[in-house]
């Protein structure tokens, strides 16, 4: 029975354990969205666990919409890129890309006053994070049939400039209520089109994009991040149940190699809605490829599912943040060093790239 620490291929790429690292914002680009030196050293330090999923990088300018968060659209971005997904290879690790276009919640302060995109004419709920502190978020303009061609290039672009840089894959954010999600979910997505409606035609701009993904890093370099849970950033459906393990059957049509998932947990993720239901097992019968499953696991939990066939692999976001040798210390049972909030998003290396290692033996 397999457990966190036995080994796993997932497509391409070979894990040395099943502890992945979840995708995780920490706004310490610059504010051209280059990223910086720092975030070698971050990364690098937690190349232990099986496969790192990058923070969410923005595939173009009028996607991104997060105070500091890296870009990977242009070259400077690439070259940046490039000492980042070394330092991690350098240590024995494996990173992905994890591709982001925010939609609708990107404020308008990031697009010289130009309306976000999304799937539909909607407004998020609350406020976004600016330069400028909290402001509320903007009623966003929905993407004509002739502009949705251009983003799914961006996607392409932006996977190109990926494997440039020298990561070993992407994953597509199609998570957390961001442009994705839009598309897929009937609260934020009233189309009349082909993009919209049936369930089968909110598939159609998750199913195009990965495609498109896929056709630059393969199929076995391809993750593909859903959020089976309630409403994040008000993005809403109203059959989840039908929704998900839709989508996750349409991904195994194509043959990506990881499907991850911030899944609903009653009580268990503090980030999202907490919901009962558990659309885990008819995703896990819908999708044949490696799954892996997120919030709050503890190493016990997880085990538990692995060993179940639940599952396949873990990732562990707040945990990996505190803990740069996560794996080592969830083997030991080590005590484990808690996230400081006031530093998820700031800037320089406090609360990133200090937390204590486990002392050397
Ligand atoms: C500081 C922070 C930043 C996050 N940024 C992202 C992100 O860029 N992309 C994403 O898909 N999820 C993001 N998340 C969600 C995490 O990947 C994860 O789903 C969440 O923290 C729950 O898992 P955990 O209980 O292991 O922390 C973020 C979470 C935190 C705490």
Not at 295 to 309: D, I
């Amino acid at each position: 029975m397999p457990t966190l620490f036995d080994p796993i291929t997932i497509g391409n790429l070979h894990l040395k354990n099943r502890i992945l690292m979840a995708p995780m914002t920490r706004g310490r680009a610059t504010r051209e969205h280059v990223p910086t030196p720092i975030m070698a050293a971050y990364y690098a330090e937690r190349a232990s666990a099986g496969l790192i999923l990058s923070e969410a990088t923005g595939i173009s300018q009028e996607g991104l919409g997060w105070p500091y968060a890296p870009g990977i659209w242009s070259g400077e971005q690439v070259r940046a890129w490039r000492p980042i997904a070394q330092a991690v290879h350098d240590k024995g690790g494996l990173i992905l890309c994890q591709l982001w276009h925010m939609g609708r919640v990107v404020h308008p302060e990031f697009l010289d006053g130009a309306a976000p995109v999304s799937a539909s004419a909607t407004q998020a709920p609350g406020d976004a994070h600016t330069y400028a502190g909290k402001k509320p978020y903007a009623r966003a303009r929905a993407l004509g049939l002739g502009d949705i061609p251009r983003v799914i290039e961006d996607y392409r672009r932006a996977t190109i400039n990926a494997m440039e840089a020298g990561f070993d894959g992407v994953q597509l954010h199609a998570a957390n209520g961001y442009l994705v999600d839009q598309f897929l979910r009937d609260g934020t997505n009233t189309r009349i089109d082909a993009y919209g409606g049936s369930i089968e035609n909110r598939l159609r701009f998750l199913i195009e994009t990965t495609k498109a993904i896929m056709s630059v890093a393969g199929a076995g370099r391809t993750s593909v991040r859903l959020s089976p849970n309630d409403a994040s950033e008000g993005c809403a459906d109203s059959a989840m149940g039908a929704l998900f393990p839709a989508a996750a059957r349409a991904l195994d049509g194509l043959g990506i190699a990881l499907l991850e998932m911030r899944n609903a947990r009653a009580g268990g993720d503090d980030y999202t809605g907490n919901t009962d239901e558990d659309h885990v097992p008819a995703i896990r019968r819908a999708f044949k490829g490696a799954l892996a499953l997120n919030s709050n696991y503890t190493a016990a939990e997880a085990n538990a599912m692995l060993a179940s066939g639940a599952a396949d692999a873990f990732a562990f976001g707040r945990r990996f943040l505190a803990n740069p040798d996560l794996p080592r210390r969830l083997k030991d049972g080590a005590p484990l060093n808690s996230a400081d909030e006031a530093t998820f998003y700031s800037q320089g290396e406090a609360g990133y790239s200090d937390y204590p290692h486990l002392a050397e033996r």
